[in-house]
């Protein structure tokens, strides 16, 4: 099985949004905390969301 490795700007939407959509698909997703950002106090809260309901992987 493939994964989609996420990072980029706007956790709470953007990679939120991507997370769910390859899982979706069946692909495992991986969130690169250090290379993830927003412009809200959102970022910590949607990786947790993502890592619940996605059973994405938290990395550095």
């Known amino acids: 099985m493939s994964a989609v490795h996420l990072t980029g700007v706007c956790t709470?939407?953007?990679d939120f949004l991507t997370a769910y959509g390859a899982y979706a698909r069946?692909?495992?997703t991986i969130a690169h905390r250090n290379s993830m950002a927003?412009?809200?106090e959102q970022h910590?809260?949607?990786l947790?969301?993502?890592e619940a309901l996605f059973k994405t992987k938290i990395v550095d």
Request: proline share 0%; charged share 25%.
């Open 38 to 40: 927003t412009f809200t």
């Open 48 to 50: 947790k969301h993502m």
């Open 12 to 14: 709470d939407i953007c």
């Open 44 to 46: 910590d809260l949607f």
């Open 26 to 28: 069946g692909y495992k």
